[in-house]
């Protein structure tokens, strides 16, 4: 009897191992912001997670009825250091589009408060926005 209870354990260790690596790797990214280089990344989902009720990560597009387009971002880190651009460049108002509710966003501005760069990542990595 102890002998398979060994076997029969080792088959219960080695199903919940093996689903454990099926899990894929999970990323959460909190807002980062670094004020010299005038760049802020993040995952919405981290974001939205975290225990804090400070950060938060956004890109919005705003069209108008003359047919323009801008779009703007903002980002706020737990320690309460905030940072907005803003652009009308087509490529960059494209990408604001593309965001989804739990992408990873990294953007960066310049010394006038212009976005002047725009990047979205989506991967099953960074945690989902929990309820």
């Known amino acids: 009897m102890t002998k398979m209870n060994a076997v029969l354990g080792c088959a219960v260790a080695a199903v919940l191992a093996?689903?454990?690596a099926w899990a894929g790797s999970r990323y959460g990214y909190p807002?980062?912001?670094?004020?010299?280089?005038?760049?802020?990344?993040g995952t919405l989902g981290a974001a939205r997670n975290s225990t804090d009720a400070t950060q938060f990560i956004s890109c919005d597009v705003h069209a108008y009825k003359d047919g323009t387009k801008n779009m703007s971002c903002s980002a706020k880190n737990t320690s309460g250091t905030s940072v907005y651009c803003t652009s009308t460049v087509a490529g960059l108002v494209d990408s604001a589009r593309g965001i989804s509710g739990d992408?990873?966003?990294?953007?960066?501005?310049?010394s006038s408060g212009a976005c002047t760069y725009l990047g979205i990542g989506h991967s099953s990595e960074y945690a989902p926005k929990q309820l």
Do not use: M, N, R
């Open 18 to 20: 093996g689903s454990a």
């Open 31 to 41: 807002v980062f912001i670094d004020l010299t280089q005038k760049k802020a990344y």
């Open 103 to 110: 992408s990873f966003v990294y953007f960066e501005w310049d």
